[in-house]
């Protein structure tokens, strides 16, 4: 059974940093696509950052560029998502994600949600 963990979420002022994290039993993550996605209250769910194992493909969102960086760590079976620089309009539920590459999801300028696999969310708040 794939469970997907997400950890990290806190309440943080502006400009202050997180690392999100997510790790996964039942999957190897490394030999998959993994994504950040969020959903603001109100808002649909969008992808944030997402990596690809098939060509080493890392997506951002425009937005985030810059501020936050995606990462593997093999050992832990976890990614990373360090978020520097937030903002207020960061805030939002994160939910990690995994598929296998069967199909392309990862491009430099793209994520799809079509993935398998979810976690529940980790919250972050960003107050001004």
């Known amino acids: 059974q794939v469970q997907l963990v997400e950890s990290g979420g806190d309440s943080v002022q502006r400009g202050g940093s997180l690392r999100l994290s997510c790790t996964a039993s039942?999957?190897?993550?490394?030999?998959?696509?993994v994504g950040w996605y969020r959903q603001a209250p109100g808002k649909e769910r969008e992808a944030v950052s997402c990596?690809?194992?098939?060509?080493?493909?890392?997506y951002y969102e425009d937005s985030v560029k810059g501020r936050f960086t995606i990462s593997r760590d093999t050992a832990k079976n976890t990614v990373y998502l360090q978020m520097n620089g937030l903002k207020p309009e960061d805030t939002a539920v994160y939910y990690c994600?995994?598929?296998?590459?069967?199909?392309?999801?990862?491009?430099?300028?793209?994520?799809?949600?079509?993935?398998?696999?979810w976690g529940t969310g980790t919250l972050v708040t960003v107050s001004s």
């Open positions: 039942g999957v190897t993550l490394n030999h998959y696509a």
């Open positions: 990596i690809s194992r098939r060509d080493g493909s890392i």
């Open positions: 994600a995994t598929r296998d590459e069967s199909i392309v999801v990862v491009r430099k300028t793209s994520c799809s949600s079509n993935m398998d696999y």
